[in-house]
């Protein structure tokens, strides 16, 4: 990538269309992936990141398309295998700004195990999560993250596997950073990007993300005008948990159980409810497990914002000063006898 100087040798800050490549882009009409598309390159200018220094790193799926679209470096790579790529290109150069796209088939399925070790060691890199909770590249199986029999082709009868909990799943890896936001939504997705890249460490950012071809409807209960006030409980950090399209539900926790109450009766007020806190583990762990069927009475909303957020040292800078301490504890390696370690026998 190059750029031709203006005279006087200093680049205009760059624009949304600058983080856009010129190859056309190849989703279904109406799939989720535009906005998302759209807000990040949005997102990319707004935090005058140079072209350069940003590397787009994806798996196997329609989402993986996304290195294709963007005006960066990217790769391309092979299934379930981006936080691999992702991570050792950290690695190797830590100043890359890395953004890793995968979706709910390709991140948590074949992917998984790679999944787990990236968010436990906590390279400075960006997981975004398309989850639409079906496979769409290769046209309509049920995913890990669908629901309890769902019916697909291939799961006629409906499926008899439990659903991964992207949020509950990060947690357990030991993720610093875990938030949720949604394609329907671009001002509250832009936010997540910007907090997702403020974070040192790994940043994991579960995107609901409608397939309009083979799973159409699945978020609109979060997603649609009607429904999404009283279905969506947005969390601000060391605010009250309120939601509801008049703002009169609030999550009190009883003992050890969230419920909804009602803050507009007198009996509770807003001093009564459960206060967010992005650093408390136990209750982002609590809040992972809202997964209530929106169409239950009395269901728990579903959280969207950062659900927690602590930092602590990344795995690259770890690498380096322990490489640096190496170096100053034994000057001189025989790398020969290292691999060979203590323990030797011969054979005769």
Not at 267 to 275: A, S, T
Not at 306 to 334: G, W
Request: charge should be negative; hydrophobic fraction near 35%; glycine fraction near 8%.
């Amino acid at each position: 990538m190059s750029t031709n100087l203006p005279t006087n040798g200093i680049l205009p800050p760059l624009k949304a269309k600058d983080f856009a490549s010129d190859q056309d882009v190849r989703w279904c009409p109406g799939c989720g992936d535009y906005s998302i598309l759209k807000q990040v390159q949005s997102v990319f200018a707004e935090l005058g990141l140079d072209r350069d220094q940003v590397a787009v790193i994806s798996g196997i799926g329609c989402s993986s398309r996304f290195p294709y679209y963007m005006e960066t470096y990217g790769m391309h790579s092979i299934h379930g295998r981006a936080p691999a790529f992702a991570a050792g290109l950290k690695m190797a150069n830590p100043e890359l700004s890395v953004w890793m796209i995968t979706g709910d088939g390709d991140g948590f399925s074949i992917g998984g195990n790679h999944m787990l070790h990236m968010l436990r060691r906590n390279f400075d890199l960006n997981v975004l999560i398309f989850n639409n909770q079906i496979y769409g590249l290769t046209k309509g199986q049920y995913s890990p993250t669908s629901e309890f029999n769902k019916r697909t082709k291939s799961t006629p009868l409906g499926s008899i596997d439990y659903p991964v909990n992207p949020g509950a799943f990060a947690l357990g890896c030991n993720a610093g950073f875990v938030a949720r936001s949604m394609d329907r939504d671009p001002k509250h997705l832009k936010q997540m990007l910007h907090r997702s890249y403020q974070n040192k460490g790994t940043s994991f950012l579960e995107i609901y993300q409608n397939c309009n071809i083979f799973n159409d409807g699945a978020f609109f209960a979060f997603t649609e005008k009607s429904s999404k006030l009283d279905n969506c409980l947005f969390l601000e950090h060391d605010q009250p948990l309120v939601f509801g399209a008049e703002r009169n539900k609030g999550i009190r926790i009883d003992g050890l159980r969230p419920h909804i109450v009602n803050i507009s009766d007198g009996k509770y007020n807003e001093g009564d409810l459960w206060v967010h806190d992005e650093q408390d583990v136990f209750k982002a762990s609590m809040l992972t497990h809202f997964f209530d069927d929106p169409s239950q009475e009395d269901a728990l909303p579903r959280p969207f914002g950062v659900i927690y957020a602590v930092e602590r040292p990344t795995y690259e800078s770890l690498m380096t000063a322990q490489i640096e301490e190496a170096k100053t504890k034994i000057p001189h390696v025989d790398l020969d006898a290292m691999i060979a370690g203590d323990i030797t026998w011969e054979i005769k």
